[in-house]
């Protein structure tokens, strides 16, 4: 076989290094692809996909044990808030609170316990929910709305009395019966929440 002249060694050394160039880019353009679709379908999971639920859930469950729970365990010392089961229970375990001393059940509820819910608020109100989920979210705000109100009509029947207490006064069973509707109300609104969650989870 002759040997290439040198035109000829010229123009292959060109054409391998184009093709080489051209394999390059071919291989830089597959990878890119292939790194949008990962992140892409990562993203369409965490947006759609059950982490937004997994996140939402977690989310409501450590503000509600950080604020909600904090307040109760605070509101009834040496109680045991997890065991109440009904409105009536915890009408009865505050009223006794407020039996054996008005004054300073009023200022443990101002000064160390109303603080839990107020701070619930915000983080509510940070929430990013799914559709589905944004009126269970809204009930959970105005319950714990209504809650604050409740016990602060409360503090001020308990700061303002004269007298002995007496849970049979309109003026305590009012507050009382707002506080423990409120209470039933979140914990409703709550555990909607986790069903939904739930229910996704499995899906």
Known sequence: MAPNRP??????????MAMRRGQARMLWFGGALALAIVLGGGWLLIRSGPNEYS???????????????????CALPNGRPSEIHNNAELSDEIHKRAEFSPSRYAQLL????????????????????????????????????ALIEGW????????????????????????????????????????????????????
């Open 7 to 16: 035109g000829e060694a010229q123009s292959i050394d060109e054409e391998a």
């Open 55 to 73: 996140a939402i859930g977690r989310q409501v469950n450590g503000m509600r044990k950080e604020h909600f729970d904090a307040f109760w365990v």
């Open 110 to 145: 101002r000064t160390q316990c109303l603080a839990h819910l107020q701070d619930h608020l915000a983080p509510i109100d940070a929430l990013i929910p799914p559709e589905d989920l944004k009126g269970e979210i809204a009930q959970l705000k105005s319950a714990t709305q």
């Open 152 to 203: 602060n009509t409360y503090l001020r029947h308990l700061q303002n009395l004269s007298g002995g207490y007496d849970r049979e006064a309109k003026e305590a069973q009012e507050p009382v019966s707002a506080i423990t509707r409120a209470w039933y109300d979140y914990r409703v609104a709550h555990g909607r929440i986790n069903d939904i969650v739930r229910k996704h989870l499995e899906d």
